[in-house]
């Protein structure tokens, strides 16, 4: 392909991006499935018209799969509201993540041990990615849902985001050296590196903060962004930390530093300046990055499944069952915690997506014991099956609230005839 016709092709899948997120507003249809599908056909038509090395995807995907994550995980923690009168429905939303997400890992890794025959270590390292919410998904596809719901929904994707990371790199490294995944040491080493790496993101929060009020050149924020990607990738590949907390603290305090800087240290730091020029600016510049390496990795990830993947039978089984434990453990913790008719929706949104990807092909660089047949053909499944299950939530609330509507309506004028009465 040409230079010319790149030029072409990448505007125009820019522009179908931007048309699908329209979409997605008006009709809930989530834009992921548009972009993996439009990859899905891209392939098919290169392939037909004879070209077919896509070997050049093994590094890419990668590679924005990171940095999408990094920036999903930033803008995320930007629009996280830190208050007091919100705490509750913080811990409601980390103490879902955790137990969700616990539970998940451990039934998923039994049905991949009991019944697929995977060795303990790998069924839990599969099993980790394929229960981890994501983000990048659900909290756009929360727009529609009442206040409460929806702040719901932000904190608990954005905390199984951060827990599933950790739990992950924390079973990698135990794997690779051949110890147990449950121990005291193990245990009692990775809350050490929890500690350890709040520690230098406060520090590190601290840094950049002051280096974003003395820099007086109009290029400011990609500068905060490079050192950040720079500090996660040695925080994960040199420390061997759960680095994504930086990520996460430092979004944390720039969308909240007038919440959490205590008044006697405020006078260090320019806040009137932040909050009203450059929080602005480097949210805009986030949501834009974000929306850009988005659209790539979805429509790479798609480009990289051939059609010959629907074919085969099996991954609807395996799919089929990890997304039935999936929604019954979500189920019942959410029945047993809420009362209330609401609350029903939140049962739907639990949709997996790049996270998950980002992970599961991850997998592929360590060395641990791999699976045959817990492949990219089940990871698809799964993706798409549970983002068509929000979409089913979506349209049954939508269904409650006519429903609502319409009682009250019915209700009042009920009244007013009993007035004219």
């Given at each position: 392909m040409d230079v010319g016709s790149i030029l072409i092709v990448l505007p125009v899948l820019i522009i179908f991006s931007y048309l699908f997120d329209i979409l997605a507003i008006r009709t809930k249809f989530p834009s992921v499935i548009l972009l993996v599908l439009t990859g899905i056909i891209a392939r098919s038509i290169s392939t037909y018209y004879g070209f077919d090395n896509f070997k050049f995807l093994d590094n890419l995907v990668p590679v924005l799969g990171t940095i999408g994550l990094i920036l999903i995980v930033l803008e995320a923690a930007l629009e996280l509201e830190i208050k007091r009168e919100k705490m509750a429905i913080i811990i409601k939303g980390f103490m879902a993540a955790l137990i969700i997400l616990l539970i998940n890992i451990v039934l998923v890794s039994l049905f991949f041990e009991k019944i697929i025959g995977l060795p303990h270590p790998t069924s839990v390292i599969y099993a980790i990615p394929l229960s981890i919410i994501s983000s990048a998904v659900a909290i756009p596809s929360a727009s529609g849902l009442i206040n409460k719901n929806k702040e719901f929904i932000v904190y608990e994707s954005t905390f199984s985001d951060i827990l599933g990371i950790m739990f992950f790199y924390y079973s990698i490294r135990l794997a690779e050296k051949g110890e147990a995944l449950i121990g005291f040491e193990p245990i009692l080493t990775l809350i050490g590196q929890i500690i350890l790496i709040i520690v230098l993101s406060l520090a590190?929060?601290?840094?950049?903060?002051?280096?974003?009020?003395?820099?007086?050149?109009?290029?400011?924020?990609?500068?905060?962004?490079?050192?950040?990607?720079?500090?996660?990738?040695?925080?994960?590949?040199?420390?061997?930390?759960?680095?994504?907390?930086?990520?996460?603290?430092?979004?944390?305090?720039?969308?909240?530093?007038?919440?959490?800087?205590?008044?006697?240290?405020?006078?260090?730091?320019?806040?009137?300046?932040?909050?009203?020029?450059d929080l602005h600016e480097f949210n805009l510049l986030t949501s834009e990055s974000t929306f850009l390496v988005r659209t790539f990795f979805f429509l790479f990830f798609g480009f990289s499944i051939p059609l010959e993947s629907f074919i085969e039978f099996e991954p609807y089984i395996i799919g089929a069952t990890v997304l039935l434990i999936m929604y019954g453990v979500r189920y019942f913790y959410l029945t047993a915690t809420n009362n209330d008719n609401e609350s029903k929706p939140l049962i739907y949104f639990s949709p997996r997506g790049l996270i998950t990807i980002l992970l599961f092909l991850s997998i592929a660089d360590y060395e641990i014991v791999k699976s045959n047949i817990i492949d990219e053909k089940v990871l698809l499944v799964i993706i798409i099956a549970s983002m068509l299950i929000m979409i089913q939530g979506s349209i049954t609330q939508k269904k409650d609230e006519y429903k609502n509507e319409e009682d009250n309506q019915q209700s009042l004028s009920e009244i007013v005839d009993e007035q004219i009465d």
């Open positions: 590190i929060t601290y840094l950049l903060f002051q280096l974003i009020q003395r820099i007086e050149h109009h290029v400011k924020f990609f500068l905060i962004l490079a050192l950040l990607i720079l500090a996660y990738e040695i925080g994960k590949d040199i420390l061997k930390l759960p680095s994504l907390v930086l990520i996460f603290i430092f979004g944390i305090f720039l969308g909240n530093f007038s919440n959490l800087i205590p008044e006697r240290f405020k006078k260090y730091t320019k806040t009137v300046k932040i909050d009203n020029e």
